[in-house]
């Protein structure tokens, strides 16, 4: 379909480079208030009743107990495309976009190979994180997806790739995850959760942890006017036999939020609840049943800041419905910027709007944070069962 048959782009252009040319560095985390979420480490008590959740940037979250770990969308390597990305946005600027394929095509979706960094992987994921025993994955752009295969096959050994159809199909085209099957694992739709039932509860390896996919969507990248654009749009219908090699070939695929419990006690039973989201999407999508948040509150949302804007009531209404204890805001960052330079804001991350909706959203005394990559928030928790 049309992205915007004879729409000039100028303007939207313009107002990107202004932005761009004006994003604040982020040299601390912004929060709701002093001591926002979790507690300070001389009065969390002892490993066993401690859950530590670290932003690892983007959507990347470590969430450790007990020296049981799990990971979410872990991406370090941060291309920068060479002269695409903004300079693109000069080049759409300048021509009449008739269809998505030739807006995709101005921009990152085709043009120059990217490749996991593995050293900035090495560099910067914790060597914690090796424990890992899940990695989910939410959908499959590649900057959620890119790092992940090298991740599995040379630190998380052991763990096991959690994600939609599409995101299977594209983790075959790496040989040492197609020739160890089990490592990456399906979570078909039907299996998923949705606002009106519940989904099916995944178990870790190491019943640390258990999980439940939640049906959700990706919000545009950018709206004109009214008229949306979805970069990596599409699904994978088939193994790949190589991994993608451009940025739009990693596709969207079927994007799910997840409900993540930290297991604990003799039974094995739920002691913290995590909502995570790796994209913001149209309500209700995204939204967990009424029976399986009765069944047990949600201690800390994940929420993903960058495209917020995009779609209508986010990220108010999902709080209404979460009711969570606290909230942790990620992928608010640019991520064409490695992570060893000043962190800025993303150009699709309107911070103003999205601290707005929180504030409107949440009870005065329930806490944010936006906090810096690779900042460790503690929880006390009870592991009594």
Known sequence: MPLATGLKLGAVASALFLVAGCRPVITRQIASGPHALGCAPASCGDSENLVSVTYLGISGI????HGHALLTSPFFSNPRFGARGPSALRHIAERVVTDDELLAATWVGSGPVINADTAAIERLLPRSADRASVILVGHGHYDHLLDVPYIATHRAKSAVIFGGPSIHHMLMGDPNLRSNPTRVAVIPKDSAGDFSRNGRWYY??????????IVAG????????????????????????????????????????FLIDVLGGSTRSPIFRIYFQD???????????????????VDLAILCAATSSNVHAAPDSLLRVLKPGGVLVTHWESFF????????????????????????????KTGWVMPLPHQTIRFRVSDRS
């Open 62 to 65: 470590l969430v450790e107990h």
């Open 204 to 213: 870790s390896p190491d019943s640390a942890f258990r999980f439940m996919a």
């Open 218 to 257: 990706h919000a545009p990248t950018v709206r004109i006017g009214n008229l949306p654009y979805a970069f990596g749009a599409g699904a994978v219908l088939a193994d790949l036999d190589s991994l993608p090699r451009t940025a739009g070939e990693w596709k969207l695929g079927e994007p799910y939020a």
């Open 279 to 297: 994209a913001p999407t149209e309500p209700p999508l995204g939204f967990p049943s009424a029976a399986v948040l009765a069944a047990r509150g």
């Open 337 to 364: 910027r490695p992570q060893f330079q000043p962190r800025t804001l993303s150009l699709v991350t309107n911070l103003r709007l999205f601290t707005r909706s929180l504030r409107r959203a949440l009870p005065p």
